[in-house]
């Protein structure tokens, strides 16, 4: 029997492209905006879902790691914005502790987490978490689930030494996941819940 040793996923040429095309983010505002072009183009260029995030060294402001979710290129499912970001920093910096030696990192995303970056965020080493928004907006425009979170998530970051920030250009988010919307509705992008099913609805 010949077993799989290996996985992983690579960053498609157009992130970087667009990436280069921007000015050097200076501000949150300016990285939430590259957040959202990321995942506005990352849909249109198949690669999976209208998510994208990034991380930054808080300390110089430098640009460490940019993720978008993959889940359709790659075909893992577990390739989320997050964990791309997350893990391409964590390879960048040859370490699996991204606050080790009092280093601090920002993980800035286009929404809140779902259930299984919420993990990943927990146990990464990052000391600060920008997101654009959270709350129902994000299943009811896109149709994902986003799994069953806790509902004291903010305080478990923060209890763990990760400063929770929401509602930076949260309206552009929105934007982009209206645009998702109506190319779910005209049958052009793949909503890729796991057996095929919508967001579970609660209450």
């Known amino acids: 029997m010949t077993l ?3 996985y992983g996923v690579e960053l498609p040429g157009w992130v970087l492209e667009e990436v280069a095309a921007a000015p050097r983010p200076a501000t949150d505002v300016e990285r939430m905006a590259l957040v959202h072009r990321l995942a506005r183009r990352n849909v249109r260029e198949g690669t999976g879902g209208p998510f994208a995030a990034l991380v930054v060294d808080a300390s110089s402001g ?12 790659s075909g893992l499912s ?23 030696e009092g280093a601090r990192h920002t993980l800035m995303v286009n929404w809140r987490p779902c259930v299984q970056c919420y993990g990943a965020i927990l146990w990464a080493g990052i000391t600060r978490l920008v997101i654009a928004g959270d709350g129902p907006e994000l299943e009811a425009l896109t149709g994902f689930d986003e799994g069953p979170m806790v509902p004291d998530w903010v305080a478990q970051f923060e209890a763990r030494g990760i400063v929770v920030e929401r509602g930076l250009l949260r309206a552009e988010a929105l934007d982009v996941f209206r645009e998702y919307q109506e190319l779910v509705a005209a049958g ?16």
């Open 78 to 100: 577990a390739s989320h914005a997050e964990v791309v970001a997350l893990g391409l920093a964590q390879a960048r910096l040859a370490r699996w502790d991204l606050g080790a």
């Open 4 to 6: 799989p040793t290996r």
């Open 62 to 73: 430098t640009l460490v790691s940019v993720g978008v979710n993959l889940v359709l290129a």
């Open 188 to 203: 052009a992008v793949t909503v890729y819940n796991a057996r095929g099913t919508g967001p579970i609805k609660r209450g």
